[in-house]
């Protein structure tokens, strides 16, 4: 019905007129006109002007099992004909919940059993800072409150969320962070010292941690919180000394850790989880997105079992959580995926062979003289827009020459994401060999043709 109603000129005007979309300059965008995403199948997208575009960003980092599966429509008509809705407060529970977080203590990490549902990755973080707090009160430590990040990381849009997250321009906008939050430097080789051994690097970049403990005092720092991979700040991925270095210091100095895997979690980095893949032992882990393949809001912190202990079998009323948190249809329906991404073994294969040949296909566009480096693990890729590969020079603005990268990638047929001057892509688990070989070659079509613009601008 809605494909036909209104031309794209409607529903751009109506667009304009009543809707605020996130992370968006609102005059540029209404004076441009949204693109209409109508209808979606598999790994594609149509747009109101009838457009296929192979989504290369699986909607928002989430849609791991593709688009159309109608088995996930069905699993939330049935629950909505029978429980639509009953929340989990007053000593209230019910079956979806119940065996959603079940199924969660088998796919996770062996030491997490326990769960609390959120809305989304950001209330998911938000939830992160108070049990964290709680933990430490509880452990007798009220005064171990401060929770470290990294600079350019993502943790959320919330308040808490966004203070969590390391961008000066959420930062500037909302008087962020908020007290008790502190930060150190990303592990960037590329973007800080790509001329310095790889390892070397993320040993120093990991000893930042450290420091910023001696700096705060061991014994007022709570947590360390990091994506095992960072998405939104550009698809960094650690050097292989980074990630042993951190798990030391946080065991040493008996601090907890906290692993955001609303991004990396369900199959993205070729494994379940970006924990399993790093070898890390969260404390606490986030997750959401993958969770449900992006078909319905849901989110959740997994708890370790010596927090849910603390937090158990010492405390009293946690008072804390959401009108939707575990709601049944989002359990329902993401209980179903689960069940999807393991009885069809999605995130196995990916792993096995598609992942594989999507980073060797991806290494090649290295070659493209408007790229000085390509990198990715799984199904998480990155390339970097530079001015000249020899000697390296990033571009004055690096912003804008991405942002023409990204239109043009649209334009032909590809949505790829501009975070600064780096081009990303995260395709859905379920993508074909073919498929990969149609996203690189409209990548390279519109990296020829950014180099073009860049060169006759």
């Known amino acids: ?112 059993n326990h769960v609390f549902f959120t809305g989304s990755g950001s209330d998911a973080n938000d939830t992160v800072l108070r049990m964290v707090r709680y933990y430490w009160k509880l452990r007798g430590k009220p005064y171990k409150k401060i929770v470290i990040a990294r600079e350019n990381a993502y943790h959320g849009s919330t308040v808490a969320g966004a203070s969590l997250s390391g961008m000066a321009a959420m930062h500037a906008q909302g008087d962020l962070p908020i007290p008790g939050i502190a930060h150190i430097e990303q592990p960037y080789h590329f973007g800080r010292e790509p001329d310095m051994d790889p390892d070397e690097f993320g040993c120093q970049a990991a000893q930042a941690l450290a420091r910023k ?10 947590a360390f919180i990091a994506e095992p991979i ?3 700040g550009g698809v960094i991925i650690p050097p292989a000394r980074y990630w042993p270095e951190i798990k030391r210091i946080c065991a040493e ?13 369900f199959g993205r980095l070729g494994t379940w989880f970006g924990s399993q893949y790093y070898d890390l032992q969260p404390d606490l882990m986030p997750i959401a997105k993958g969770l449900s393949s992006g078909y319905m809001p849901i989110g959740g912190v997994m708890v370790s079992d010596r927090v849910a202990r603390v937090v158990i079998e ?45 980073q060797a296909r991806w290494a090649e566009l290295g070659e493209h003289p408007l790229v000085g480096e390509t990198r990715g693990v799984g199904m998480l890729a990155a390339l970097e827009l530079v001015k000249s590969k020899t000697p390296l020079e990033r571009f004055a603005e690096p912003g804008k020459v991405g ?36 996203l690189i070659e409209k990548a390279r079509q519109t990296l020829d043709e950014t180099h073009r613009a860049i060169t006759r601008g």
């Open 1 to 112: 019905m809605t494909r036909t109603k209104h031309t794209t000129a409607d529903w751009q005007r109506l667009d304009a007129a009543h809707h605020l979309h996130p992370f968006t300059d609102y005059g540029e965008l209404n004076a441009r006109g949204s693109r209409i995403i109508t209808h979606a199948d598999g790994c594609y997208v149509w747009d109101a002007d009838g457009n296929k575009i192979l989504d290369g960003m699986a909607g928002l980092w989430c849609v791991n099992i593709g688009y159309g599966r109608k088995e996930l429509a069905e699993a939330a008509y049935r629950q909505m004909q029978e429980l639509p809705y009953y929340n989990n407060f007053f000593q209230c529970s019910h079956p979806p919940a119940i065996e959603l977080s079940r199924i969660l203590s088998e796919v996770t990490p062996a030491h997490l």
């Open 213 to 222: 403990i001696d700096e705060l005092g061991e014994c007022n720092v709570a």
């Open 230 to 232: 960072q998405g939104a």
């Open 253 to 265: 100095r008996d601090i907890l850790l906290v692993v955001d895997e609303v991004i990396t979690g």
């Open 314 to 358: 010492e405390g009293g009323e946690f008072f804390h959580g959401y009108t939707y948190s575990g709601h049944p249809v989002a359990a329902a329906v993401a209980a179903e995926n689960l069940r999807i991404l393991r009885d069809e073994k999605i995130i196995e294969r990916a792993g096995a062979e598609t992942a594989p040949y999507l």
């Open 403 to 438: 942002t023409l990268c990204r239109d043009t990638s649209v334009k032909n047929g590809l949505v790829m994401r501009a975070v600064g001057g780096t081009m990303i892509v995260s395709p859905p688990l379920v993508i074909s060999r073919e498929q990969v070989d149609e």
